[in-house]
């Protein structure tokens, strides 16, 4: 490995002391002069015709200045995939029907919070209730309630993976298992709820603070809506609190204080209560998965089919994605001779599923994982052995979708069993689960059609040395600015505080697709090596007039020397280089500029993470209560950049990852969610979070800076399925739905008994 | 409702505050005196977001008036810095990435706050409990823990 000077060191998060010391201001904290508060009258059904709305009475409420409906909006059905009008579905303020409940219909803004809440009573709203649908199995049937016009049995997106020949191959197999899993949704509970503050000027000028993952897509889908100029639109989001897949679409809290805003010529603030983040934001897809898998007698995979059914909810959103990247990484990380996945996105009247951490991966893996395992027990084949046989190693292409560099699925196992086989002989009351994953690097497809490129970054030298360094990506708390400020550091031999990042405002910053895919450490890290790059030979230029050396190629800047690379003893300042550079170039800054688009690399991304992860578990017996002890991971995502941020995203994957596997669950009568608050909806706390161990495996992805791949999204997809595997093990449950609740293994436990 | 006159001392300042006897305590501090480093992430008094010190106990200030306070110290996350000089939970919690969003941080770090203050050298367990009431969605508490454990032990002394 190359002797890096900056990258993966202990190196602060660039935002911490805004962050530590509470000076850091999120949309939730941003108040304007003359601001307005808005709020959300929501749909109390989940599937009614709106007849008729009289605002008149709420009109009257001293205080109240705007009233807005669907009727006074342009009525453009929007959506994040734009480059097809099929799946651009949702309004957003409601236009003659509701689809779910929480949908919203009327938004009001008023001089104070209570007045717009008391506003909301005064609304009457007639509807024309409609026969209703929840679930995919029964939306699908012929005769259930049309949810959107156009859609024949209510199915909104199919997707279809294959290569090889599944029947042909089917018929080498010595065993064959077929499986039935249904998977839950899981609620994102950023601790920031969605929120907005919009100002809409005379000029024609709409400004708008949010909580977002893309800024770039918030300007631009609210520009589309509004009728505006994508220019005159700025989108501002300086500190992000949590996205987690949930903030990078057109949120009601952007359009609703944006179209007040314009209605009043105020900013108008609009924040969800935590029961509108839960009831009306989006979630984890769920899924109903029906997988058949073949494998030799020796353990060799030979051929799988799988079919999924997701619940889709009302509207279309990231769904689509969801649907292709569940389907794919449901083959991840193994070869497969041959494969065929069709998955069917269905609408039902219950709030929209779309992107969440691991985005359609976790509930693939599991299904996948478990099955694997039960697979193994059944053959006798050893957990490791059937995995490190059929798992992806550098140079697989895997057909017509994907093509793997670097892979360091091997060592993960390698180290994982190591671990295991240290613990020995567990306690009767003790087992431990494993499972392998993996994830992509940032997403290749251009569904948003942008003409810009995936991800850009400006490099700006002043005078004195110091650097601003401009990008389109977003930090939401990952640490993306600092992951970037590291590298930037790093290509242009300068130290981390020498760097300001200026980040979430897309009238300074250069387009970028955002935080989402797990994306900008490869994508956004390409964009500013490049910049960083572009503004270092501008320097060596003067460097080299003054060192002279024999070969321009022999000089480099690295900690604020510029050195001649074969005589490491001559150096020059960095900053006394740049003032002359400065000079010489008639005042100017020296600027940088950096971009990336990914460009024939298959179907999904550039590049993938590998991983196993294992977990211990405690388990009573009786109750069928479990305990999570340890989480250990060996975890490759190519060279560690950030260190502390790696290390933070690996941590809190397994809290968000553990919960959508045991604790988290987002139960529906006649579409209305059960549980939309923090005491009803349990996520991990503290007291429950097991012990947390990385092993880092370092490979080198050429197409990553400076080797890098994602760190972010992949650690959500294991920790379930190795779950499932240790509860296995402990009882010889096969768990087929998450999340796998007490009750839900109390009722297994007591089956099983009585069989 | 009749307005209340009532007197809140924050970080160290003074406040004299006419407000609604229904005014939260988060309310008073953020919205009427303008400290937003205190947040708010639920309704129901279950994500400590809020968490402040109001004479040497953690409260979540959106569970309680302003009129409960009055009269009171009330310790928030702006007062933990002195003079530019970071509190040692501030400067650990640096160290150890024991933040990543920030939304919880500064309840966060008054639960840990109040925690030591009562119980200077805590075992593992009791830090784990000391925390219980405030959710973090990012970091999986760990990084927390270890940064809350690094404090106890002395290795971040004051000044």
């Given at each position: 490995m190359k002797n890096y000077v900056v990258i993966n060191t202990h190196i602060h998060n660039i935002d911490g002391i805004a962050k530590v010391t509470g000076r850091a201001q999120y949309t939730f904290d941003i108040t304007l002069p003359n601001m307005l508060y808005g709020k959300i009258l929501r749909s109390p059904h989940p599937h009614a015709r709106i007849i008729d709305i009289d605002v008149s009475k709420a009109e009257r409420l001293p205080g109240v200045k705007a009233i807005v409906t669907g009727k006074d909006t342009l009525g453009i059905k929007q959506g994040i995939w734009r480059r097809y009008k099929e799946l651009c579905d949702e309004p957003i303020l409601a236009i003659e029907k509701v689809r779910y409940i929480g949908e919203p219909v009327v938004a009001v803004a008023a001089t104070r919070e209570e007045i717009a809440e008391e506003a909301l009573d005064l609304i009457e709203v007639k509807y024309e209730v409609l026969p209703a649908v929840f679930e995919p199995p029964e939306a699908i049937k012929k005769g259930a309630p049309v949810i959107h016009e156009g859609f024949e049995r209510n199915i909104n997106v199919t997707r279809h993976i294959e290569w090889g020949d599944v029947d042909e191959a089917m018929k080498e197999a010595d065993y064959i298992r077929e499986d039935w899993f249904r998977i839950d949704g899981q609620h994102h509970v950023c601790m920031e709820t969605r929120c907005a503050v919009s100002s809409y000027t005379p000029d024609g000028k709409l400004l708008v603070y949010t909580s977002t993952q893309a800024p770039y897509y918030i300007q631009v889908l609210l520009a589309w809506v509004l009728g505006l100029k994508e220019s005159d639109v700025r989108v501002i989001s300086k500190y992000t609190g949590g996205g987690f897949g949930g903030k990078f679409e057109l949120d009601a809290a952007q359009f609703v204080s944006a179209i007040l805003s314009m209605k009043t010529y105020r900013p108008v603030k609009v924040v969800f209560s935590r029961e509108e983040d839960f009831i009306a934001s989006k979630r984890r897809t769920p899924m109903y998965y029906y997988t058949r898998t073949g494998v030799k007698k020796d353990g060799t995979f030979v051929a799988r089919e799988t079919r999924v059914l997701t619940n889709g909810g009302a509207y279309t959103g990231m769904g689509a994605t969801a649907l292709y990247l569940t389907g794919f990484f449901h083959s991840f990380p193994y070869k497969?001779?041959?494969?065929?996945?069709?998955?069917?996105?269905?609408?039902?009247?219950?709030?929209?599923?779309?992107?969440?951490?691991?985005f359609g991966a976790p509930q693939a893996t599991f299904c996948s994982e478990l099955q694997i395992e039960w697979i193994a027990k059944e053959l006798g084949i050893d957990p490791f052995e059937i995995r490190r046989k059929n798992g992806h190693t550098p140079g697989y292409e895997v057909p017509g979708q994907a093509y793997i560099q670097s892979c360091g699925l091997r060592e993960c196992l390698d180290e994982i069993e190591k671990w295991v086989k240290s613990k020995g002989e567990l306690p009767p009351n003790r087992a431990i689960g494993i499972s392998c994953y993996g994830f992509m690097s940032g997403g290749i497809f251009n569904w948003f059609d942008t003409p810009y490129s995936f991800s850009?970054?400006?490099?700006?030298?002043?005078?004195?040395?110091?650097?601003?360094?401009?990008?389109?990506?977003?930090?939401?708390?990952?640490?993306?600015n600092t992951t970037l400020a590291i590298i930037c550091a790093e290509e242009l031999g300068v130290r981390v505080e020498d760097i300001r990042v200026h980040s979430g405002d897309t009238a300074v910053c250069p387009p970028d697709l955002g935080a989402w895919g797990s994306r900008q450490t490869l994508m956004a890290g390409n964009a500013v090596k490049m910049a960083a790059a572009d503004a270092k030979r501008q320097l060596l230029e003067i460097g080299a007039a003054k060192m002279r050396p024999n070969i321009v190629y022999d000089l480099d800047i690295r900690d604020r020397k510029l050195i001649n690379l074969s005589r490491p003893e001559r150096w020059v300042d960095y900053f006394e280089v740049v003032k002359d550079a400065l000079r010489g170039k008639e005042g100017q800054k020296i600027i940088g500029r950096g971009f990336y688009t990914p460009h024939r690399k298959g179907m999904i991304s550039p590049a993938y993470s590998y991983g196993v992860q294992a977990v211990e578990i405690e388990v009573d017996r009786e109750t069928g209560k479990i305990k999570i002890l340890n989480c250990v991971t060996a975890h490759d995502c190519g060279q560690p950049i950030n260190k502390l941020g790696v290390l933070g995203q690996l941590e809190g994957a397994v809290a968000m990852a553990a919960g959508f596997g045991y604790l988290e669950y987002m139960p529906f009568e006649e579409g209305k969610l059960m549980n939309p608050n923090l005491v009803d909806y349990k996520v991990m706390r503290s007291t429950e979070m097991p012990e947390t161990e990385v092993i880092e495996i370092e490979t080198y992805e050429p197409e990553g800076p400076f080797g890098a791949k994602e760190a972010g999204e992949g650690l959500t997809n294991p920790t379930a399925a190795a779950l499932g595997n240790a509860i296995f093990h402990a009882f010889g449950l096969q768990m087929k739905e998450v999340p796998m609740t007490p009750e839900r293994i109390w009722r297994a436990l007591r089956e099983k008994k009585e069989k | 409702m009749e307005k209340r006159l009532i007197h809140l001392n924050v970080n160290g300042e003074d406040y004299e505050l006419y407000i609604n006897p229904k005014t939260l305590l988060v309310e008073a501090i953020r919205d009427i005196i303008g400290l937003t480093g205190t947040k708010r992430g639920c309704e129901s008094g279950s994500c400590g977001a809020c968490t402040v010190i109001v004479d040497g106990m953690s409260v979540k200030s959106c569970s309680v008036l302003a009129v409960q306070a009055d009269g009171k110290k009330i310790l928030t996350v702006e007062g933990l810095e002195q003079n530019g000089k970071l509190h040692p939970l501030q400067r650990a919690f640096l160290d150890y990435g024991s933040f990543q969003c920030g939304f919880c941080t500064p309840g966060m770090l008054m639960s840990a706050k109040a925690l030591l203050d009562e119980n200077p050298n805590p075992t593992k367990e009791e830090i784990k409990e000391g925390i219980d009431g405030n959710i973090c969605r990012c970091t999986g508490y760990n990084s927390i823990i270890r940064a809350i454990e690094a404090v106890a032990k002395g290795q971040y002394k004051e000044g």
């Open positions: 497969w001779k041959a494969y065929r996945y069709d998955g069917f996105r269905v609408y039902t009247n219950t709030m929209p599923s779309s992107a969440m951490r691991g850009s970054a400006v490099v700006q030298i002043n005078y004195d040395g110091k650097v601003d360094l401009f990008v389109g990506a977003q930090d939401i708390g990952q640490g993306s | -």
